[in-house]
């Protein structure tokens, strides 16, 4: 094919594009392929992957208990990890790291010689690097979240046993039954917090609903008599109530109850507390000054303090990448501690504040533990736990306009046939395209490993994953886009990204979009907001009707949606008139393939019944398959024959790659 003369700054155009495309790209076109690396296939995504998971640091900072992957005997398992690996000991094997225990949810002892966790249903507690254990609550319903106290001799838990969350009192050797501590703390589908010991350990604080079933407040309950005291009034927590060194105050993550619900981007609540009666005072109850905010990423995060107390650390994710930051513990101007990025999902630090761990993957690496030293200085990889596999790239971050000149922020997902065709410089072929929408609403696409669209890239297809307004990492005014207006505007956001897609070269002009969760509900509404531009979808796990399902929904998901909407159906009837789906699905132009889990309660099973009878009633082309999960699922099985059907429907519907292409020819 001819091409036209360019100028030379055209042809350094082009150059930088083709350079952006091929960076981090493993053997485009089918080359070489590394020693060690597993295909990228959905077997290995789903029962391989994993890498890293909860990683908890011995007190002195000598240790590390990590949960990974157990080698041929599949599933998970406690590993520990000398902190004195460099990263090239675990890049060159991982032969530091040792399997120990089968459990999870692992937790050092005061004094560092033994770690309690939970294996098969059962609180135990082993010697630290030894085979010696004792089960301490054997077969609790609904065990999770241990917590020694200071002196050792106790372990707090959360169990269902009462019918609700409540935390129970065992003994660490086993030697006594466990008590009751608390009575009707929380739901018992809420199992987000922990219990936390103040360090004489008097007092543990926890997240109670106790006096108000939509609110979660702070509470103190006494070791001793069981006596327990709300010390928080205007804050909704979204972490764990984490104690001062001195036992003096409390600091987690949280919104006002007078805002919206947000996610991701919470205040740093300070609770200054009186503790010389019986009855606790809070003598001061507000979010520090601070000119960002704290992210606890689907209150899985807490912040943590130095050891001399000055000082409150905390992660923040801006633009899907995640950062350490700290900020004086009195508000003050808030700095950045790593500068790192990629999507984290594990933080602990030492009680002296010198040492913290975190577990993160990126774009081209696994999900491995990370030792930072809180003095200053990069962080050391401590873990080689992650599979590595073929073919995966670092994608494109782009941004794209949208419907009202507003600019999206996207990531994108290249075919090899795509890369190696912008590698040399010659015509790429034009291949179908596809629109991810993450789950959330009010999260963000974080910039992790990503795997799902690493192989869906792979398998041909152009993949652009957005972060739609409403979603968290680019300031308040950002996210309250979607307050009270949920699919309405948010959802025209995927179909100015199809637009985007259409007018590249690499695109053969047919465009499908898929998400689960909040990412199902866009898809199935951008289908009926924007039919034009969709030429096949998949939502999966989504609520298509807030009205008609919300009496069906958890507790979470309950609050996620009045607080949305601002009020419930009966309220705010057209505010969920707006984000209603059901009744604009005769707009559907597409070929739809719903999925769901048969025992979903935060998007309830409800909601793929009701919208099975309407495509049915309107004579829409559809595809549906149930699952035995939950919202999210478990079996791996299950996983791999979703994203298997995802495949072939688009495959089906969108067509392949196709040679040919118009040239990237910019004149």
Not at 290 to 295: G, I, K, L, S
Not at 441 to 468: H, K, R
Not at 595 to 604: L, N, S, Y
């Amino acid at each position: 094919m001819s091409r036209s003369p360019r100028s030379a700054g055209k042809r350094h155009a082009l150059h930088a594009l083709i350079g952006l495309l091929s960076v981090g790209c493993s053997s485009p076109g089918g080359g070489v392929v590394d020693e060690g690396r597993i295909p990228l296939t959905l077997e290995n995504i789903f029962t391989a992957a994993g890498g890293a998971g909860r990683a908890v640091l011995s007190p002195d900072g000598s240790m590390l208990a990590v949960a990974g992957p157990v080698e041929g005997a599949g599933g998970r398992g406690i590993h520990l990890v000398p902190t004195s690996a460099t990263t090239e000991a675990a890049a060159a094997g991982g032969e530091a790291a040792a399997f120990r225990l089968a459990g999870g949810a692992q937790t050092w002892s005061p004094e560092g010689e033994r770690l309690a966790f939970i294996a098969g249903g059962s609180l135990v507690v082993a010697e630290a690097g030894t085979s010696d254990r004792v089960v301490v609550v054997e077969g609790a319903s609904g065990l999770r979240a241990p917590s020694w106290s200071p002196d050792g001799t106790t372990l707090a838990y959360y169990s269902t046993a009462s019918g609700s969350q409540d935390i129970w009192l065992a003994d660490a050797g086993g030697a006594v039954p466990p008590r009751q501590l608390t009575a009707g703390a929380a739901e018992a589908d809420d199992s987000r917090f922990s219990p936390m010991w103040s360090p004489d350990g008097r007092w543990i604080a926890y997240i109670s609903n106790r006096a108000d079933w939509w609110h979660d407040d702070v509470w103190l309950v006494a070791v001793a008599s069981g006596a327990a005291h709300q010390v928080s009034s205007s804050l909704m927590a979204s972490s764990s109530p984490v104690w001062s060194p001195d036992g003096s105050s409390l600091v987690l993550m949280g919104t006002s109850k007078d805002e919206y619900w947000y996610e991701d981007l919470a205040y740093l609540y300070r609770i200054d507390l009186d503790l010389a009666g019986t009855t606790p005072r809070a003598l001061r109850e507000a979010p520090l000054d601070m000119q960002v905010y704290a992210t606890d990423a689907i209150m899985r995060f807490d912040p943590f303090w130095s050891g001399d107390g000055e000082r409150i650390h905390f992660p923040y994710q801006q633009r899907g990448a995640f950062d350490l930051w700290s900020v004086p513990a009195s508000g003050g101007v808030a700095t950045r501690v790593t500068n790192v990025g990629g999507s984290w999902s594990s933080l602990h630090a030492t009680k002296d504040g010198n040492r913290a761990v975190f577990t993160r993957d990126a774009a081209t690496e696994g999900r491995e533990a990370w030792l930072l030293d809180l003095g200053g200085g990069p962080p050391a990889r401590l873990t080689d736990l992650s599979p590595h596999f073929e073919g995966v790239q670092r994608p494109v971050e782009i941004s794209f306009r949208s419907f009202d000149g507003l600019y999206i922020q996207g990531f994108l997902y290249l075919p090899p046939a795509i890369r190696a065709a912008f590698a040399a410089g010659s015509d790429p072929p034009a291949c179908p395209a596809l629109v991810q929408v993450h789950g959330g609403g009010t999260n963000s696409y974080t910039q992790g490993t990503n795997l799902v669209e690493q192989y869906l890239a792979n398998e041909g297809f152009v993949v652009l994953a957005i972060n739609y307004r409403g979603g968290s990492g680019f300031g308040r005014e950002f996210q309250d886009l979607s307050v009270e207006d949920w699919l309405n505007d948010q959802s025209k956001d995927p179909g100015a990204a199809a637009d985007w897609l259409r007018r590249q070269p690499y695109v053969n002009g047919r465009v499908g979009i898929y998400g689960g969760s909040y990412g199902g509900m866009q898809s199935m509404s951008a289908i009926t907001r924007t039919p034009d531009k969709f030429d096949a979808a998949v939502p999966m796990r989504g609520i298509y009707s807030e009205s008609l399902t919300l009496p069906y929904a958890d507790r979470l998901g309950k609050i996620f949606t009045i607080t949305g909407h601002g009020g419930t159906p009966e309220e705010r009837p057209e505010i969920y008139a707006k984000s209603e789906t059901l009744d604009r699905m005769d707009r559907i132009t597409a070929p739809v393939l719903i999925m769901h889990g048969e025992f979903d309660v935060r998007a309830p099973f409800e909601n793929f019944e009701l919208a099975v009878e309407r495509l049915e009633a309107l004579g829409k082309e559809f595809e549906s398959k149930t699952y035995p999960e939950g919202h999210g699922f478990r079996d791996p099985s299950n996983s791999i024959d979703m994203y298997s059907r995802l495949r072939a429907f688009f495959d089906e519907h969108l067509g392949g790659c196709h040679a040919g292409g118009t040239s990237l020819d910019y004149d």
